[in-house]
């Protein structure tokens, strides 16, 4: 089992910045690639950014690419999305997920491909 915390979210202005955390429970989240979905109001939920296992590979949705960075500290049991350059059309719940059926670098895209959730947090982009 793993449990899965989000923090970080809140209001911020257009062009600016948010860290979102996500923290794990459980002795598998090494063994997890890590994902990003957002949900916008009205709207289905969509693939942001995922991690592989051991943070060597990420990939990302393409309307977020060159503003957010995901990483992750297995240390920590942490994942981490930085947002630069916010957007109104990031305004959505964020949510955190992991995927213990992962090999190697591999990383889904899809929700069916993971099997832990978070609740999810706010982020809100005021124009």
């Known amino acids: 089992q793993v449990q899965l915390v989000e923090s970080g979210g809140g209001l911020v202005q257009a062009g600016g910045s948010l860290r979102l955390s996500c923290a794990a429970s459980g002795r598998i989240f090494s063994s997890c690639a890590m994902g990003w979905f957002r949900q916008a109001p009205g709207k289905e939920r969509e693939f942001v950014a995922a991690?592989?296992?051991?943070?060597?590979?990420?990939i990302y949705t393409d309307s977020v690419k060159g503003r957010f960075t995901m990483s992750r500290d297995n240390a920590k049991n942490t994942v981490y999305l930085q947002m630069n350059s916010l957007k109104p059309e990031d305004t959505a719940v964020y949510y955190c997920?992991?995927?213990?059926?992962?090999?190697?670098?591999?990383?889904?895209?899809?929700?069916?491909?993971?099997?832990?959730w978070g609740q999810g947090t706010q982020v809100t982009v005021s124009s």
């Open positions: 991690v592989s296992r051991s943070g060597s590979r990420t």
């Open positions: 997920t992991a995927d213990w059926r992962a090999l190697g670098i591999a990383v889904g895209t899809t929700e069916t491909d993971y099997e832990y």
